[in-house]
């Protein structure tokens, strides 16, 4: 039994079993498709939750870390994420829609024996992309009141989830949070397709998602709009400078988009370490006043920093400084490595503020070097942002650099390659998982080119 923060006090989440968990006294049946699943369900008798363990257990740690009070949820299906919601958050009103007309009877007989029924309210036959309902139903449930959390698991789809999120996210008060769950779905099943046909039998996306998709929803990917393009858009819009935009953070099967300019974590090292000490940090570039002070709140014990110049000598004795004397703005990478040896650090920080090539060049030496349970900082990252064009419509997609789309895509193809991309003002933290960078030159590059043009750059 796991008890996690931010829970209800009687809403103990208990594994029953790898697919099953009780939640406030409700059952739970997780029913996976795919691979490890057929969707059939385990059986009656459970809500049926259609997520894998793994986004189960990752659902729980995001929905019990955000305070909620008034909630909106998008895609109801078989009511078990709904009835998960409500039991372990207990808000105040949560707002479910839902496309399918029919009542869901599994949420309904829920909402009635579990006593939901004044603050849980599904809606059904409702378009996240008719804007016009979608409004009347928040104005008529919430009133002036802004919300703390929308939960987008409806369509999966750029255009209407693109559609519910202008609705939803200024309704959002500062520091509230709009999720977008299976952002990457296209790029995570193609992964399972070439491992599961191997590198030479480069499979047919759009034929093998024509096998589970009407033609009406396949028409957005043969136009290769992509539902991470959003992602992309969103990202774009915060280094243009949209206020109302604050941390973006990409994780395998949610990205979060955080309302207003306050980060959730603080900034820099702070956010990248909220709950432990980076006792050995690599620092690429000077470190100024401002960054050193944060290093020095942090008890950092060894210090290795990469400049042209040795630093400024420090009044804390307690951290122990060793200079590599290149210059990290015109040294080849390599050069960088092998000084560097086969060290790794806790905290990696690229604080030169490179241009988009050289980003990535650093980045590829750099990443390698962050221990497991890690973090890699590049400060400056919207400067990696190409200039909106001024003659041609602007594709967010082709403005963002190689850098950003290989880290992105090694969060979306839920292979481990990276584990959290987090954008704040001025820094971008990530946790590599594996150590290689990207996806260049692989075979999922490759079909991203061929069907999508994912990566293809102007």
Do not use: C, N
Not at 105 to 131: C, H, I, N
Not at 172 to 184: C, K, Q, R, T, Y
Not at 357 to 367: D, I, K, N
């Amino acid at each position: 039994m796991s008890k996690l923060e931010g829970l209800a006090s009687d809403a103990a989440v208990v594994w029953t079993a790898d697919d099953k968990l009780t939640v406030g006294g409700s059952d739970f049946a997780v029913v996976e498709f795919g691979p490890a699943g057929d969707g059939s369900g385990p059986g009656p008798g459970s809500l049926h939750i259609y997520k894998s363990r793994d986004q189960v257990e990752a659902y729980l740690e995001l929905v019990t870390a955000v305070p909620a009070s008034r909630v909106v949820e998008l895609g109801i299906k078989a009511g078990g994420s709904t009835a998960l919601l409500a039991e372990l958050v207990r808000p105040s009103k949560l707002v479910a829609v839902d496309l399918e007309p029919r009542p869901v009877d599994a949420l309904e007989s829920f909402l009635a024996t579990r006593g939901f029924r004044d603050s849980v309210r599904p809606y059904y036959g409702v378009d996240q992309a008719d804007r016009h309902r979608l409004t009347a139903i928040v104005e008529e449930e919430f009133g002036p009141d802004p919300l703390d959390l929308v939960i987008d698991d409806a369509s999966h789809l750029r255009g209407p989830t693109r559609a519910s999120f202008d609705v939803l996210f200024p309704r959002l008060h500062e520091g509230g949070l709009f999720v977008i769950e299976d952002w990457s779905w296209e790029h995570a099943i193609a992964t399972k397709l070439v491992r599961a046909l191997g590198p030479q039998r480069p499979p047919d996306l759009l034929q093998t998602f024509g096998t589970f998709m009407s033609p009406e929803a396949l028409a957005p990917l043969r136009s290769g709009e992509l539902l991470s393009d959003l992602v992309s858009e969103l990202v774009v819009a915060k280094a243009d400078g949209d206020a109302t935009i604050g941390d973006v953070t990409v994780r395998p099967f949610f990205t979060e988009i955080r309302r207003g300019s306050q980060p959730a974590a603080g900034t820099g090292v702070a956010a990248a370490f909220p709950d432990a000490v980076p006792e050995h940090v690599l620092h690429v570039g000077p470190v100024d006043d401002d960054l050193g002070r944060q290093l020095a709140r942090t008890g950092v014990r060894r210090l290795v920093v990469v400049s042209g110049e040795p630093p400024a000598a420090r009044d804390d004795p307690a951290v122990a400084t060793t200079h590599v004397g290149l210059d990290p703005s015109s040294a080849p990478p390599p050069e960088i490595a092998r000084q560097l040896g086969a060290t790794v650090f806790d905290l990696v920080i690229d604080g030169t503020r490179p241009d988009a090539a050289r980003g990535r060049e650093l980045a590829s030496v750099l990443l390698p070097r962050v221990a497991p349970g890690g973090s890699y900082l590049l400060r400056g990252w919207p400067h990696l942002i190409a200039p909106r064009p001024a003659a041609e419509r602007d594709v967010p997609r082709r403005r963002m650099p190689r850098l950003l789309l290989e880290l992105i895509l090694g969060v979306g193809e839920w292979d481990g390659t990276v584990e959290e991309l987090r954008l704040g003002g001025e820094w971008l933290t990530v946790r590599p998982g594996a150590p290689e960078l990207g996806v260049e030159g692989s075979d999922l590059s490759r079909l991203y080119h061929d069907h999508f043009d994912s990566l293809a750059r102007p």
